[in-house]
């Protein structure tokens, strides 16, 4: 399978890890699927920051799905341990929940060491390796890695990333749908 990521989706998945640094963050991934064969990954759309409740699953859905383009559809979750983590890890409840929006899809992991490391200048990481994609293995687990995973305009998107980060002055903040509520819905939120 091959998975490609726009510029637009990296850039979403990396200001939201970017911007909730302690605690794990995780949202939704829209594109589409060819046959099994490859997803592509036009938007991310950030849910929370936290553990994820059901009702709380429920909501950011619904309004997700009433917002989705046409011809676009759910094609998995993506999900950001904290900055701290030595390396990327299988969450559970994003397992759980990968598990119940597509058969099809893919679970995304964001390795944050190095996407530290490359918005930092420290040791530079192409785009492509910051995204841990996986699908579903013979046994129905989310643990069968996707080595073939693109992001479209990789060096300038992590660029450009980079100097979002740095022109914010660190107060660069992507708003997920945790956020929206507690700005009691004033906040932009799902701009799929």
Known sequence: MKVTVSSKAFSAISLHAISH???AVHGVLIGTIASKKSVTVAHAVPVCHETPTKPLLDAALAIIQAKMPKGMAIVGWYTAPELVAEEPSFN?????????????????IVDNQKLGSSLKGEKEASADQVLNAF???????????IPDV??????KTIQAVRQMQQSGGGGMKVLDFVDH???????EWCTV
């Open 92 to 108: 559970p409840v994003a397992l759980r929940v990968a598990a119940n929006l597509n058969d099809e899809g893919i679970l995304m």
């Open 135 to 145: 699908g579903k293995d013979f046994g129905s687990q989310w643990k069968e890695p």
């Open 150 to 155: 693109t992001v479209e305009d990789g060096a």
């Open 181 to 187: 509520l507690e700005n009691e819905a004033t906040s």
């Open 21 to 23: 640094p302690f605690g």
